[in-house]
């Protein structure tokens, strides 16, 4: 499982995106760079993980094509 993110800014071209979840995850943040494309994606917002699982669906976003991520679960930090 990848490991959790707290930085959307990279270095790297987007290579997916996140559907799903919470209305409140800006688009701004739903496009980003992932170096695992096979596995779960956990994202760190606020004080949950937000899950997705990858579909084998792309998008063309700007001229680059996206993989889709669909958001699966939510789970909580621990204290």
């Known amino acids: 499982m990848s490991s959790a993110k707290s930085d959307v800014m990279t270095d790297h ?3 997916i995106i996140l559907r799903g979840g919470p209305d409140w995850l800006p688009e701004e943040e739903r ?4 170096s695992d ?5 956990k994202v760190l917002i606020g004080n949950a993980y937000e899950h997705f699982v990858p579909t084998g669906e792309t998008v063309e976003r700007e ?10 679960r939510r789970t909580y930090v621990a204290e």
């Open 31 to 34: 496009t980003r760079f992932e």
């Open 37 to 41: 494309l096979g596995e779960k994606l």
């Open 63 to 72: 001229g680059v094509r996206l993989r889709v991520f669909l958001w699966s």
């Open 13 to 15: 071209e987007p290579n």
